[in-house]
């Protein structure tokens, strides 16, 4: 089956780093997105993984491990705009679709 | 480039009527998705226009129906509304839909009363 997991919620304090994992399970891999969405609005493009290793891109960097099925994404130095849900996503080439994780809901409190 | 735009931006509807949403890609994008979202189901993917064709398909009923103009533009049509139906209903536009990335338009929320 296709699935991918995240966390539900998660919780860090200003200044911090945080982490935010996912896994996944689809019948083709051609690459795996991160979106952030604050309340109320789209989904923005944060990074793009389609090889392994790490893509870093200012505060914000994003791993893949496609043996393992796992990515992250690292968010440094946090700031309460970082308050948002951070969505998770594969593409599958094989049915040529965007398999969407149910989101991180992250709370950056001061 | 101006991004992806939706119209309108909120719909108040009742029960039984139906309902057209609009959706403009960026300029040079000729793939349009459609999804639905509410809170704590995700994102729920409706169906993807490419080239004025549908090319994949959500786990919908029909009431859920669609289309893409030559111009890219894209329009969801919602039939006999449901109070379930009430989310946000968010497109977003891509090259060509073969794994590029996706970018999202501001959304158009509807309210099912």
């Known amino acids: 089956g296709q699935n991918i997991d995240q966390p539900t919620e998660m919780t860090a304090t200003e200044g911090a780093i945080v982490q935010i994992n996912c896994t996944y399970q689809?019948?083709?891999?051609?690459?795996l997105f991160w979106y952030q969405q604050h309340a109320g609005e789209a989904p923005t493009f944060l990074s793009y993984?389609?090889l392994d290793g790490l893509e870093e891109k200012g505060r914000f960097s994003s791993f893949l491990s496609r043996s393992k099925g796992y990515s992250y994404l690292l968010l440094k130095e946090l700031q309460m705009k970082d308050s948002a849900s951070y969505l998770c996503?594969?593409?599958?080439?094989?049915?040529?679709?965007?398999?969407w994780g149910l989101g991180t809901s992250l709370a950056v409190n001061p | 480039k101006a991004g992806v735009t939706q119209t309108p931006r909120y719909l108040i509807k009742t029960r039984g009527q139906q309902v057209t949403l609009s959706c403009s890609p960026i300029s040079g994008h000729r793939s349009v998705s459609w999804y639905q979202q509410t809170p704590g189901q995700g994102l729920q993917f409706l169906f993807e226009y490419f080239s004025e064709t549908q090319r994949n398909k959500g786990n919908f009923p029909g009431r859920f129906s669609g289309r893409q103009f030559s111009n890219s533009r894209s329009e969801m049509n919602v039939s006999t509304l449901e109070l379930g139906d009430s989310a946000l209903y968010l497109c977003?536009?891509?090259?060509?839909?073969?794994?590029?990335?996706?970018?999202f338009g501001p959304g158009t929320r509807l309210t099912v009363l």
């Open positions: 689809t019948s083709g891999f051609n690459g």
């Open positions: 996503a594969v593409y599958d080439g094989n049915n040529r679709k965007l398999i």
């Open positions: 993984n389609v």
């Open positions: 977003a536009s891509s090259l060509d839909g073969t794994g590029n990335t996706q970018y």
